[in-house]
């Protein structure tokens, strides 16, 4: 879904910079083309870990419980909710992770705070 979007929000942004570059409007435009783009790329990548993160956590919740109670049976059943509990909490940890992966002004923030900590 959040790459149907990211590409229909790109084609309009295409086709707006295709007439602006056909009438000549702006110099320093293309500039700013390029710099859009790799940071739409970015937002893309973030995206994609996002909801990779998200669809694998409904396949832990759902299936992997019917799963393992199928191979191992009863005897599981405290391994296997430590470990749903465990990747439930790691999972959260996985949108502060990515943005701080990629966003540098927000690296740059934390690391300036730690630094006054000292």
Do not use: H, W
């Not at 083309?33 to 990548?45: A, D, G, K, N, W």
């Not at 019917?66 to 465990?86: E, S």
């Not at 690296?107 to 900590?117: A, D, G, P």
């Amino acid at each position: 879904m959040y790459i149907a979007i990211f590409y229909s929000i790109r084609r309009k942004r295409q086709s707006v910079s295709d007439v602006i570059q056909s009438q000549g409007m702006y110099a320093g435009y293309v500039s700013n083309i390029s710099s859009t783009r790799s940071c739409e790329r970015v937002m893309l990548i973030q995206a994609a870990l996002i909801c990779g993160a998200l669809e694998s956590t409904i396949l832990v919740f759902n299936i992997l419980p019917r799963l393992v109670l199928k191979i191992f049976g009863q005897k599981a059943i405290i391994p296997l909710g430590v470990f749903i509990n465990c990747y439930g909490i790691s999972s959260r940890a996985i949108l502060p992770t990515v943005y701080f992966i990629y966003n540098k002004q927000a690296r740059n923030i934390v690391k300036k705070f730690l630094l006054c900590l000292r």
